[in-house]
């Protein structure tokens, strides 16, 4: 029987209102958020928005770009000003904020829906209209005061708007929909497109406009949508974001697993590609004139041309790849360690990181360094690398072993361990020029190892596996850790006390040694590093940008706002106040103030959706990972399944009680053929099936 690997984080909606952001991105710059889509307003001043809350803005042109707190972590879609001051961006479970002052402060206004909202376009200051999810379409006359639904006759996602007029307009969206209205959308009539691929972006310049989605399709118009003709694009990739100058200049973007642009100089006649110099998705495109243009996308990304996109330049600096761990030796002097097998350092809190030369292909998982030049880095193969030098120069030390290596301790210049797969346990006295394995009694993977002495040390792992020994690991004793789940990180501040966080939630304290363990957690999400100052103050990072802090040693956590959804791995603090978080998509987050402007965990539950719903998978198509989302408003027995297209049952991801809340998984396919799939939630009476596409 073939296995399905499911990964499931589960989340709780953050509070609307945030107080100011205390953990900031130092890696990759300006931030490492995806960007769906952006304004440019003239050559110097353009913002952009993505996921969780971001907003940012740039009035150089790109050479510097500020973060700005847009007072929500729900993900933003889209953004549209009317002019240099007025303007509203649109995102998840309805989502409107509105900006006076160029996108400095933003204002809550009210949707009247919880479902997500894809577009927003305004033809003056007070008339807009809004599309979304379900069908949804939202029109105001005064500003955004009030919004009023209108009908759209369909339940297809509608996913672009645009209007070139007061009455005017066309949305776009799933299964090749095409809707106008004359007469502000009071009605809305359907145009045929001759296709059932989805539809991601609308543009037109007065009669004359473009539709673009999914398999390469681009449609054109001339006669304001009468009739739809189909365009040579020359690729099947996804193509996410249309803009025209004019009835001949015009760009589109977009990508799965890699990015395309394409450009046009007669109308559509001819498509020609354009090198992007990036592997990310782009979901959004804007030029000024036919020179002046920026496009944004995952990862942050954000590239600008000024020669019509001949070349694209990236206004991002930093790497992308996944950081498994980092460390500092004081407020300045900093490593980070990863999946590019290169080792990150900083000699200035983080201002500026600069790559050293690792010497090896291997991917490193764990470094650790006593002080500001000698160093050990541990990682796949049994790779272990040494610095004396601050790692001008890492050489390579004789492991003995083929294994992962997870993670490495000393406690001086010439005692340490490291742990990795297969309950391996390596020991060294002469810092690192001979390791002899030492017996752990398991074949279980160890992720994490701490010692407080030459000899006090414990090691943590695959099925609640924690291990001690009190003679330098000659001996090690399992201890009853009372979980099976995994455990990724153990630190203790003195022989007595310590904690251990896991998956699931699980965080374990100890006042005695680890000879009695008491689960403290109340989180769902997966957690993977722990760190604390004292006995009372520390920090656990995990999935979905989780960060949690306590001050009275664990008995209660706090969730403090970490501004991304990024899966953080490590966590380390230089004192109470300055520390740094690390994870994947190359994230390095700090903070100078320990964090403390947080969102209390008890006040998560606030939100709570008012309906049932389950969210179209993201992305779709999916290569082979997609993110399902649903959201329930009371507690109930929830069932999540995915079936083939002939029917047949592929998996049970969800199958029990869930309390009211919104909830998101990850569902991989890597083991499934490519084809139509369907997710099918069941919460109580309510039934509500959505089409996947498997895409390899």
């Known amino acids: 029987m073939k296995k399905h690997y499911l990964i499931i984080n589960i989340f709780f909606s953050l509070t609307s209102i945030l107080l100011p952001q205390n953990w900031f991105w130092q890696n990759p710059l300006p ?3 995806s960007l769906r889509e952006i304004y440019v307003f003239d050559t110097n001043t353009t913002i952009a928005v993505g996921r969780v809350g971001t907003v940012i803005k740039t009035t150089d042109g790109g050479i510097n770009w500020n973060s700005i707190q847009s007072g929500t972590t729900r993900n933003l879609s889209s953004v549209y000003f009317t002019n240099n001051n007025t303007g ?16 400095e402060n933003w204002n809550s206004q009210t949707s009247g829906t919880n479902l997500p909202l894809w577009s927003v376009y305004f033809t003056d200051n007070n008339i807009g209209w809004i599309a979304g999810f379900h069908g949804k379409i939202l029109k105001t006359t005064n500003g955004g005061i009030s919004w009023n639904s209108q009908t759209s006759g369909t339940s297809e996602s509608l996913n672009s708007v645009y209007f070139t007029d007061n009455n005017k307009g066309w949305v776009v969206g ?9 007469d502000g959308g009071t009605s809305w009539n359907s145009q045929t497109s001759g296709t059932s691929e989805w539809l991601r972006s609308v543009h037109f310049t007065n009669n004359t406009g473009w539709a673009v989605g999914w398999n390469g399709t681009i449609l054109k118009t001339t006669d304001e949508g009468t009739n739809w003709n189909s365009q040579i694009s020359g690729t099947t990739m996804p193509l996410r974001s249309a803009y025209f100058n004019d009835n001949n200049t015009g760009w589109i973007v977009g990508g799965y697993e ?11 006649t001819n498509w020609n590609s354009q090198a992007s110099g990036t592997t990310e998705i782009l979901y959004s495109v804007y030029f000024t004139n036919n020179n002046t243009g920026w496009t944004v996308g995952t990862n942050g990304i954000i590239l600008k041309t000024i020669e019509g996109g001949t070349n694209w330049n990236s206004q991002t600096i930093g790497t992308t790849q996944r950081l498994a761990s980092i460390h500092f030796t004081d407020n300045n002097n900093g490593w980070a360690v990863g999946g590019d ?3 990150l350092n900083t000699t200035d809190g983080g201002t500026n990181w600069d790559f050293q030369t690792s010497g090896t292909t291997m991917i490193m998982s764990s470094i650790h360094l006593i002080d500001n030049n000698t160093g050990w880095a541990v990682g796949e193969d049994g790779t272990i690398l040494k610095t004396t030098d601050g790692g001008t120069n890492w050489n390579s030390q004789a492991s003995g072993t083929t294994e992962i290596l997870y993670s490495v301790y000393f406690t001086n210049n010439n005692t340490g361990w490291v742990v990795g797969w297969d309950g391996t346990i390596l020991k060294t006295t002469d810092g690192g020029t001979s390791w002899n394995i030492q017996a752990s009694g398991t074949l279980r993977t160890l992720y994490s190892v701490h010692f407080t002495d030459n000899n006090t040390g414990w090691a943590v792992g695959e099925g609640g596996t924690i291990l001690k020994t009190t003679n330098g690991g000659t001996n090690w004793i399992s201890q009853t850790s009372g979980t099976n789940m995994r455990l990724t990180s153990v630190y203790f501040t003195d022989n007595n006390t310590g904690w251990v966080v896991g998956l699931n939630g699980i965080i374990l304290k100890t006042t005695n040694g680890g000879n009695n363990w008491n689960s403290i957690s109340g989180t769902t999400r997966w957690l993977y590093s722990v760190h604390f100052e004292n006995n009372n103050t520390g920090w656990v990072v995990g999935g979905y940008g989780t960060i949690l802090r306590t001050t009275n040693g664990g008995t209660n956590w ?3 706002a970490s501004g991304t959804i990024r899966t953080l791995y490590s966590v380390h603090f230089s004192d109470n106040n300055i520390g740094w978080a690390a994870g994947e998509v190359g994230t390095i987050l700090k903070t100078t103030n320990g964090g403390v402007n947080f969102i209390d965990d008890n006040n998560l539950m606030e939100n709570i959706p008012n309906g049932f719903l389950l969210f179209q998978n993201y992305p779709n198509p999916f290569n082979p990972i997609t993110k399902i989302k649903y959201q329930i408003p009371e507690i109930s027995f929830v069932i999540l399944k995915v079936y083939d297209g002939l029917g047949s049952e592929v998996v049970t991801l969800v199958n029990e009680e869930k309390q009211a809340g919104s909830y998101e998984l990850e569902f991989s396919a890597a083991t499934l053929p490519s084809g139509i799939y369907f997710s099918r939630f069941q919460a109580g009476s309510f039934v509500e099936t959505k089409k996947m596409i498997l895409m390899k």
């Open 558 to 560: 706090n969730i403090q």
């Open 31 to 33: 931030q490492g958020n």
């Open 341 to 343: 097998n290169k080792i």
């Open 88 to 103: 509203w961006t649109v995102g998840d479970v309805g989502t409107i904020l509105k900006s006076i002052d160029g996108g």
């Open 174 to 182: 799933e299964d090749g929909i095409i809707l106008m209205t004359t």
């Open 258 to 268: 890699g990015s395309i642009i394409l450009k046009t100089t007669n109308g559509g």
